[in-house]
């Protein structure tokens, strides 16, 4: 069986970042991604000191030369269907049933965002639709923004949408509102629409207008979602590490898990997400894994230095 020293699960940007770190301390390392990257839909990506406005996929294809340069490094297409083992041999097999052993694992496998089934919205998300206010909102400053959620989330993303614009509306599909949420809301000149929504209607990606299922429609340039996320795959649990509250995995120092020998790095584990965020988390993780790894080899090292000393004539001589 093919054997590396690292096998990384997902190719965005916390798998590659931690490629290339692993790369350059010469670590055998096989990149495993499915190619479903979050942001993949999104027109450009922000708040990434150099790269502001880049688009995802030329960020990824930038990523991606830079890991050519290390012949050590090995990008796979491909989802992992299963991790088996542990510390030191786990055994990484994909769907096609292609098994490689790995003396440590990143998942860098990010998150999935839920995005609610109404007619209209898949075709505006990331154009004209978004989750993240910090990535995108800049954008809608001063223009008429609406937000999709209810209770105490559709309520703080409403709120927190007003840093950028006076003109947010809270749509809250069907859902009531607790008095004392409207309260604080209209307080702030947030409205509150709670009809069921019938449709979002836009071109080319820009959401033009809200339809309900009763009542007049409502014109918006933007909508920023407030439901939520899923990880893009079970693995992390499945393997043992633990679960924050908020669905993602809990990692402790350099993206530690308590799981011996397992990271976990971006989206998927504990902490900001965010593209520039996710690379620094795999090249902390990817420093981490080399140090673990170099500790093991300085060990091995050593020892095969004292076999050969011993079967030496000058070895022997020191025999008792
Ligand atoms: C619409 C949108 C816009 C955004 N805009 C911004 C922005 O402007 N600025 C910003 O900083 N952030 C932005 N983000 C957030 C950003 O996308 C994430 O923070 C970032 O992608 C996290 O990187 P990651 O490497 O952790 O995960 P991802 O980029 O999601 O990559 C995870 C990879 O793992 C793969 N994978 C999952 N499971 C498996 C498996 N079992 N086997 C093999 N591969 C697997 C996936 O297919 C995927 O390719 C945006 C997100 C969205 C949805």
Redesign the pocket.
């Known amino acids: 069986m093919e054997r590396v020293d690292v096998a990384i699960?997902?190719?965005?940007?916390?798998?590659?970042s931690a490629a290339v770190m692993l790369g350059r301390c010469c670590r055998r390392v096989v990149v495993?991604?499915?190619?479903?990257?979050?942001?993949r839909?999104?027109l450009?990506?922000?708040?990434?000191l150099s790269r502001d406005g880049i688009g995802?996929a030329d960020l990824l294809r930038a990523a991606r030369a830079d890991i050519e340069q290390y012949p050590t490094v090995e990008l796979r297409a491909?989802?992992?269907?299963e991790i088996t083992g542990a510390r030191g041999t786990f055994k990484v097999r994909?769907e096609d049933g292609a098994t490689v052993e790995a003396r440590r694992v990143l998942l860098?496998?990010?998150?999935?965002?839920v995005v609610p089934k109404i007619a209209g919205i898949a075709e505006l998300?990331?154009r004209s639709v978004?989750?993240?206010p910090?990535?995108?909102a800049y954008e809608y400053a001063g223009k008429p923004v609406g937000v999709y959620g209810h209770g105490t989330a559709g309520r703080e993303a409403a709120l927190a949408i007003l840093a950028w614009t006076d003109d947010v509306v809270l749509l809250t599909d069907g859902h009531t509102v607790a008095a004392r949420d409207r309260e604080r809301l209209e307080a702030q000149g947030i409205a509150v629409r709670t009809e069921r929504i019938a449709r979002f209607t836009g071109r080319d990606g820009q959401l033009d207008r809200v339809e309900f299922a009763t009542g007049r429609p409502l014109r918006r340039t933007g909508l920023f979602l407030a439901t939520g996320q899923r990880e893009?795959?079970g693995?992390a649990e499945e393997l043992g590490c633990e679960l924050t509250p908020a669905g993602v995995v809990k990692t402790e120092d350099h993206q530690s898990t308590r799981v011996p020998g397992v990271y976990v790095?971006?989206?998927?584990s504990t902490g900001e997400?965010?593209?520039?965020?996710?690379a620094a988390e795999?090249t902390m993780a990817a420093v981490k894994i080399h140090a673990s790894l170099w500790e093991e080899d300085l060990r091995h090292r050593r020892a095969a230095r004292q076999r050969r000393s011993n079967r030496s004539p000058q070895g022997s001589a020191r025999q008792p």
């Open positions: 699960v997902g190719g965005g940007p916390a798998g590659l495993i991604d499915a190619g479903d990257q979050r942001n839909k999104a450009a990506l922000h708040g990434f995802p491909g989802r992992v269907a994909t860098a496998t990010g998150v999935t965002d998300f990331g978004h989750h993240c910090h990535c995108d893009q795959c693995l790095a971006g989206d998927a997400q965010m593209v520039v965020v996710a795999g």
